[in-house]
């Protein structure tokens, strides 16, 4: 190790800079007084140029500069032959015949004992000059031979110094990178979904690498085009329409692909130079960019591309890091493409076992399923429906212990089981949780579950006094039984809930032979009944009974929202995205039928309802509708149908009429009638709205969908229905045919796909492709 690398004041000083050492000129200060000459210098030998980090007594720029640069100094004399030069008078002595340091200076008398570093190397002299002849004295000698080991001495202990701190930064990036693989592994190992990966590698290239943006691209199964998938930490300026593009485009993310080598750029302009359509793309960012290929089984799937803030050179331990970092994207990804794999083989199996709720009459059901978030999607929650005969109905919910593919399996088999008992057997749902229970412990799984059997019961003729003006009405008598389930919830029809909280019985999978109880309640039309699992009012650190309070408040929420938005909203709302259980949801309401019945002999069916004058009973107002009409055996495109124009007409009343408004539904079998009635005679005007006006299409769909429509003005003294008031006003309707097909056929019922499954197809339509090829150029 060179002297100079250990001499502080030369190490961190500029070249302009003066290199005087405090230490060093102390020592030659020793010279100076003890041997009592005018001058003294530490000469050190630095690639042909003599620095003095100690310095005394020589001249003005020289004691300023510290450095001469001068050929054949005398101090090579002392380096060379390894030991001291001592001269009484330099003039009788032929090696200082053209020195500088006799010839410039003046020196006459010279004495330079040899100074060596840490590895043992003689590197400089110190000298003690005097411009008169003297005669050294051993005396002199000896303490000139002293302070020289004590230069030696301290070149050393820098020495020792400067390798303990280059081995601690050795240890400190050693254990930094000890450190940064242990921190891979660690999290790389819990990644399940495309976003966490990217999520991990901003987390490690910020920390291990020092990136401040990282994007990841993953080339497709045709192997002919990259595509970005990084949505949170993408380098500003970074225009979408390269987030796709062909492998063969002049780049340097397509050119990792093709050459399967890493690229790194100090700079931007480094990039632009070497791939030129990459200069004017709009990047906020001009500092180091690094393109990583990450391989799987033979071939690059991606690239992760790191992007620094500032111009950094490209140095071994970062190299060394990035190629890490790839081969765990690579495994991550692998893994990903597995689990997505898993994941939609059982959600297969659920979907295949949860099937969308039948139609029964004068019922409106509404089902969801939602999954554990880090499951394999499936879990052992179950609901079911399963109508007996026009007047008769079972619904089951359950849950399974567990939320895993076993807890699926063993669901499978006790929803079938029930779903045959409930079909086979006309009993109450006492008896039949009885013999599920049996059948659990002798043919089935010994699955330990809870689960709520209800029996819905059609009155035959309408009874009661609950119905408008204290009319008789047909509603349906509830009974239930309850093996350890969380207890069912009515949202009554004015609005208030209530809970069926009669006690419950042992839940299934502990003893057949426990005695199991029926419960009965009614079930008026426009009741909502709402079964439901614990995942649904479960939180970890809340008390259950604050959780069913929530569950309370927020079904009176929704009340007078449709049956089928009910169930999602309350998963919304209860659970969010702090799910740790599955949760199934059913819910049931008994439609509200024409009060006049159907339409028959005696005329056709009709019904009228007084509308609120707020946007917030459009809704109920809509369900209506679509109620009366189911009553009156009314097809379900036809009832869609109804429903919109029914929608736009009610719309228009509500926003540019007044009141009162009534609805009024009248049904034979030739046509229905819809009619809304508003105290504005304003007439609709059929309209011509551009494409991004958001209003004006009413009218319109009138003219497409419905088999006649028109506009009845009313004059002061009209009376139209038990709910209108005298006065002037309109009433718009429309007609439908009960042969006509306004939809042109069904529209299917399309299921929305899981938001964890959503993001991953490419991963898993990548990996499969990958390993087949690279089998395949292997053979």
């Not at 690398?5 to 005087?20: H, T, Y």
């Not at 063993?410 to 045959?420: E, P």
């Amino acid at each position: 190790m060179p002297a100079t690398k250990v001499l502080g004041s030369l190490l961190r000083g500029a070249p302009d800079e003066s290199i005087a050492d405090e230490v060093f000129d102390r020592i030659v200060r020793l010279v100076h007084r003890n041997l009592g000459v005018p001058a003294a210098a530490f000469v050190v030998l630095a690639d042909g140029v003599q620095l003095l980090p100690g310095a005394v007594g020589m001249p003005a720029a020289l004691q300023r500069e510290r450095a001469i640069d001068v050929a054949d100094p005398a101090t090579g004399i002392v380096v060379a032959e390894r030991s001291p030069l001592v001269v009484d008078d330099t003039r009788t002595d032929e090696r200082f015949a053209h020195r500088y340091i006799s010839q410039e200076m003046g020196t006459l008398a010279v004495a330079g004992f040899p100074v060596e570093d840490g590895r043992g190397q003689v590197v400089g002299a110190l000298w003690a000059l005097d411009t008169a002849v003297r005669r050294w004295t051993e005396d002199e000698l000896a303490t000139l031979s002293d302070l020289a080991a004590s230069c030696t001495g301290e070149l050393r202990l820098r020495a020792e110094r400067e390798r303990a701190r280059r081995a601690e930064q050795v240890a400190f990036r050693a254990h930094q990178r000890a450190q940064f693989l242990l921190g891979l592994s660690e999290q790389f190992a819990g990644v399940t979904t495309l976003e966490e990966v990217e999520e991990t590698i901003a987390q490690v290239v910020g920390t291990g690498m020092g990136a401040r943006w990282c994007s990841l691209a993953l080339v497709d199964a045709d192997r002919r085009h990259l595509r970005y998938v990084t949505v949170g930490h993408q380098e500003p300026g970074f225009p979408d329409t390269m987030r796709s593009t062909r492998l063969d485009s002049p780049r340097p993310d397509t050119a990792v692909v093709r050459e399967r080598r890493t690229l790194f750029y100090r700079d931007q302009r480094e990039m632009g130079e070497a791939y030129p359509a990459m200069a004017g793309v709009g990047l906020m960012t001009t500092g180091a960019r690094s393109f990583l290929p990450v391989v799987a089984d033979d071939d690059v799937i991606g690239v992760v591309v790191c992007v620094w803030e500032e111009a950094r050179e490209h140095d071994a331990g970062t190299a060394a890091l990035e190629t890490t970092l790839s081969r765990y994207v690579a495994m991550a990804l692998e893994r990903v493409a597995l689990l997505e794999a898993r994941r939609r083989v059982a959600t297969t199996l659920q979907e295949s076992l949860l099937s969308d709720a039948p139609e029964v009459a004068h019922l409106d059901i509404a089902t969801t399923y939602a999954p554990a978030a880090r499951t394999d999607q499936v879990g052992g929650d179950w609901y079911d429906a399963v109508v007996r005969d026009d007047r008769t109905a079972v619904l089951t919910i359950g849950d399974v212990a567990g939320h895993d593919v076993n807890a699926a399996a063993q669901m499978g088999q006790l929803r079938s089981m029930l779903r045959a008992l409930a079909w086979s057997h006309d009993e109450s749902p006492a008896a039949l949780l009885s013999r599920l229970d049996r059948a659990n412990a002798t043919l089935g799984p010994q699955a330990l579950a809870t689960a709520v059997v209800v029996r819905l019961d059609h009155d035959e003729h309408p009874q009661g006094d609950t119905g408008q003006d204290g009319t008789p009405e047909r509603g349906y008598t509830l009974t239930w039984s309850d093996a350890g389930h969380p207890q069912p919830l009515v949202l009554r029809r004015d609005g208030t809930v209530e809970q069926l909280d009669a006690r419950t019985d042992m839940l299934l999978g502990v003893d057949p032979g426990t005695d199991r109880h029926d419960h009965v309640t009614r079930l008026l039309p426009g009741d909502t009944l709402l079964l439901y699992t614990d995942g649904l009012v479960e939180r970890r650190g809340v008390m259950i009974t604050d959780r069913m309070r929530d569950l309370r408040e927020a079904l009176a929420d929704v009340h007078g929202e449709a049956t089928a938005a009910l169930p999602r909203a309350l998963v919304r709302r209860l659970v969010g995205r702090a799910q740790r259980d599955d949760v199934a949801v059913l819910a049931v309401r008994a439609r509200v039928p024409a009060p006049s019945g159907p339409p028959g002999e005696d005329g056709p069916a009709t019904a009228e309802r007084k509308v609120a004058e707020a946007l917030s009973d459009l809704g109920p107002a809509r369900r209506w509708v679509d109620d009366v009409l189911e009553s009156c055996d009314v097809d379900g495109e036809q009832r869609r149908t109804a429903m919109l124009l029914a929608s736009e007409i009610l719309t228009n009343a509500l926003e540019h009429g007044r009141g009162p408004i009534v609805a009024t539904v009248e049904v034979d079998d030739r046509r229905l009638r819809v009619g809304v009635r508003d105290g504005c005679t304003r007439p609709p005007v059929l309209r011509a709205p551009e494409p991004q006006d958001l209003s004006g299409r009413g009218v319109q769909f009138l003219e497409k969908l419905a088999s006649r429509w028109g506009v009845q003005q009313h004059q002061v003294g009209d009376v139209v229905g038990r709910h209108a008031a005298v006065g002037a006003g309109k009433t718009v309707w429309f007609e439908i045919d009960r042969t006509a097909r306004p939809l042109s056929g069904n529209v299917p019922v399309v299921r929305r796909s899981s938001p964890t499954t959503s993001s991953v197809p490419l991963v898993e339509r990548v990996l499969p492709w990958t390993r087949d090829e690279a089998r395949r150029r292997r053979t």
